[in-house]
Structure formats: structure tokens, C-alpha cells
């Protein structure tokens, strides 16, 4: 299994663009979530997803979309690309019934520089 | 709300030493308890988690964490300090075990000959 794959690794960007980062697990997870990660931030919860069709804002969700439309995918997209988004982006996915135990499992992460 | 304090935000042990990181979590209810650690440029690896039982709970790469819910803590200790440590560790609540987790800022671990 490849657990949980984020696509691209790294990306450049100019402000103003938009782009989509990919995030699909292969563990039938119903639980999926996106985090950035910023220097001295530790990581901040963007929007999670608790089933396809189902996603909620986290902390930090101003300038992210997200959808849900099957279980394995959950795209983080960014309309239009600011400095202040410039960071690495990690996605994580978890198992949700009958198993509260299963922590989740984190993908190797995006980094994401906005020029 | 939840939130986890991180109060040392660099440490710098030697080689052989013992470690202590601190966490400190702020939650109502019973808390599910995880430190990660991750290496430069690389994602993040879980070294053990809490949910219940036992206090004192055992993880990977030689780590163990006791909670104490009296002191709203959750340190993370290893008895002797290796160069391949040096990482970031991160303190994490969650409400449950599989739900989305809040983070502590982040210790940075440098090791010293």
C-alpha cells in the first residue's frame, strides 16, 4: 500500500495563480485532513473531511477550498495564490468507525513557495 | 478549545544525555494524547500516543511519555540521547484517536558530541 500520497512535492508559484494540491490515500480512510506548516507555527488544521461529501473548516481555511467526492481524494485548492501561503502542506487520513485508536497517517507533505 | 504549549522551542543535549521535552495541553475532557517527530525536509513520524491506561506509555526509537493529567502534561523523555535525534518533535490533542489534531509549535532537538 502507499499510504497516503501528496502530489506535487514542491511547487513554485507567482501571486494571483491558482493550483490544486492532491492528496489520495489508499487505506479506505473516511477521515482526511490538510495542515500547513509554518516556521515556528507547528502545524495548523486547514479543512478536514469526515466522508466524501462532508468537509468542515479548521483554523485556518481563508484562501483553501476543498471538496470530497470520493473516498480516496480530498484536493486542497488555492484560487489565487498569496505570499502568505507560501509553506509545506500536509495531508493526513485516518480510519473512522470502530476505530478511535487509529491515529492518523501523514503524507510526506507539499511545499508551496508563492512568488 | 483545545491547545498545546510547547515551552522550549530549541534544546541542545550530548550525546549519552538524558532528554525531557515538555508539553503542556489545555482540554476539557479526556484527552487523546501523541508526540511526532520529524526530521529536516522530511514529514512526521509518530513516536507513541496516549489514550488510556497506563500513564507511562512506551513509543519507538527508545522514547516514553508519561501523562499526568493533575499537571495537564505530557513529557517526553529518553534516557539516552543519540546524534540520529536531532529532529522536531511535536506535541499533539486530539478529541479523539483519529480525529484532527491540535499541534504544539514545535521543539527543535540539536545533539552535541
Known amino acids: 500500500n502507499a499510504g497516503v500520497t501528496q502530489t506535487p512535492k514542491f511547487q513554485v508559484l507567482k501571486t494571483g495563480q491558482s493550483m490544486t494540491l492532491q492528496c489520495a490515500q489508499d487505506m479506505n480512510h473516511e477521515y482526511m485532513s490538510w495542515y500547513r506548516q509554518d516556521p515556528g507555527m507547528g502545524l495548523r488544521l486547514i479543512h478536514y473531511?469526515?466522508?466524501?461529501?462532508?468537509?468542515d473548516q479548521g483554523e485556518v481555511p481563508n484562501g483553501y477550498n476543498v471538496s470530497r467526492s470520493t473516498t480516496e481524494d480530498f484536493p486542497l485548492r488555492l484560487l489565487s495564490a498569496a505570499p502568505s501561503q507560501t509553506s509545506v502542506y500536509f495531508c493526513?487520513?485516518?480510519?473512522?468507525?470502530?476505530?478511535?485508536?487509529?491515529?492518523?497517517?501523514f503524507g510526506d507533505g507539499t511545499r508551496l513557495s508563492i512568488l | 478549545a483545545q491547545s498545546v504549549t510547547q515551552p522550549d522551542i530549541h534544546i541542545t543535549v550530548s550525546e549519552g544525555a538524558s532528554l525531557e521535552l515538555r508539553c503542556n495541553y489545555s482540554y476539557g475532557a479526556t484527552p487523546y494524547l501523541f508526540w511526532y517527530v520529524q526530521s529536516p525536509g522530511q514529514g512526521l513520524q509518530l513516536l507513541l500516543k496516549?489514550?488510556?491506561?497506563?500513564?507511562l506509555v512506551q513509543g519507538i526509537k527508545g522514547f516514553e511519555a508519561e501523562f499526568k493529567r493533575s499537571q495537564s502534561s505530557f513529557n517526553l523523555r529518553k534516557p539516552s540521547v543519540h546524534w540520529s535525534d536531532a529532529a522536531e518533535y511535536f506535541c499533539?490533542?486530539?478529541?479523539?484517536?483519529?480525529?484532527?489534531?491540535?499541534f504544539g509549535k514545535g521543539t527543535r532537538l540539536s545533539v552535541i558530541a
Open positions: 493526513a487520513s485516518s480510519p473512522r468507525t470502530g476505530a478511535s485508536n487509529q491515529p492518523q497517517h
Open positions: 473531511s469526515v466522508g466524501a461529501g462532508i468537509t
Open positions: 496516549y489514550f488510556s491506561g497506563d500513564t
Open positions: 499533539a490533542v486530539g478529541k479523539s484517536g483519529n480525529t484532527p489534531l491540535v
